[in-house]
């Protein structure tokens, strides 16, 4: 394998992708979302991004209107590595690498009913997920990762705590 991958410039990069995307859901369009993310992942992991909880892109929808205020990415953590190769009796024909990241992060929302009738609420959930990120790395000047597998979000809410409450 000729190509290099820096791991934490890779994690660095996870991290923003998962900004990116998890931005995307929370937009109103609807069908641009779906078209960004079917450029980015495989239509098995794709199920997964668009069945967010608190921003399903696909299925009911919520009578309110949900707005991505602040994300913070507590962990992005690489938690498996595989490499694939295949051969033709010498040479090798095709290479790829496959890098699986469990994130661990913090949704700050505003919600406010779709109607405008009613009070603005703001929460905050914490999501954990696992992404896993493949590429073909058999020339390095073509490598571009995707998305070919998405576990379900777990959301729950946040426990937020102070500074001061964290020192104790």
Known sequence: METRVDL???VKSAELAAHTVLQRLYTQETEETRAFLEQL???ESLKSLL?????????ERKKESVVLEQLNVNSAVLEAVEYTRERVEEDVKSEWLTMRVQY??????????????GIEDRRAISTKFAWTFEADVTKAEDLEWGIVAATPFEEKPAVL????????
């Open 8 to 10: 934490p410039q890779f």
């Open 104 to 117: 661990d992060v913090t949704e700050h929302l505003l919600v406010s009913p779709e109607d405008g009738e």
């Open 41 to 43: 992942a495989t239509s």
């Open 161 to 168: 705590t102070t500074n001061g409450a964290q020192k104790e």
């Open 51 to 59: 069945h967010k909880p608190s921003a399903p892109v696909e299925g």
